[in-house]
């Protein structure tokens, strides 16, 4: 699944770990996030997209089954 | 998954538990028996009990858990992998035992272990299917 977690995150400025530290998660998860190769449980999702104060579809782009 | 920094009163009886077994392992190995053939069912002792502990540690001892859930998933994929394997090595050990007419004894033993896993994995499957 694509997300735009990396364009939001440079777009307000804000380090990776930083992003992790109000999310509750690890760097690593952030990094595997914006790569793409890890797909976020929906709490985590929503927390992001709150974060963000967007929709979770304006972040994460479904594109049908890969 | 975290250690905490503190230690608790648990925590320092589990550390003078693992210490005394191993002060007594060493003095049996070393200053008792010397070389032994007992020494190689001895290092094979240890190992299990070394393996029971760090299980029951894991288990019971820390509280702090990872809460990252990448890191849980990971987990959780490693150990189902793990399981699927463990399901065939055991399932060969019996074999084996068999084949080499290991006592029954011996035999049973294995034989149970692998049932009490399976049926551990039976009553989590049940309880969660019903929780979800």
């Known amino acids: 699944m694509k997300n735009r977690l990396e364009e939001l995150r440079k777009q307000m400025g804000i380090k990776q770990e930083e992003l992790a530290e109000t999310l509750q998660v690890s760097r690593q998860t952030i990094g595997s996030l914006e790569n793409g190769r890890y797909n976020p449980s929906i709490i985590l999702a929503f927390k992001i997209a709150r974060y963000f104060k967007m929709n979770v579809e304006e972040i994460f782009i479904y594109e049908g089954e890969e | ?132």
């Open chain 2, 1 to 132: 998954m975290k250690i905490k920094n503190g230690l608790s009163l648990f925590n320092i009886i589990f550390l003078v538990v693992i210490v005394l077994i191993f002060i007594s392992s060493v003095v049996g190995m070393f200053f008792v028996g010397g070389y032994t053939s007992k020494t190689i069912p001895l290092i094979i002792a240890a190992m299990a009990v070394s393996a029971v502990t760090n299980g029951i540690h894991h288990k019971f001892f820390i509280k702090e858990k990872d809460n990252d859930e990448r890191n849980i998933s990971i987990e959780n994929k490693a150990k189902a992998k793990a399981f699927d394997v463990m399901q065939i090595i055991f399932g060969i050990l019996i074999i084996i035992y068999v084949l080499l007419r290991a006592n029954l004894l011996t035999i049973a033993l294995a034989v149970v272990a692998y049932l009490i896993i399976l049926a551990v994995y039976m009553t989590s499957f049940s309880k969660y299917h019903k929780e979800m």
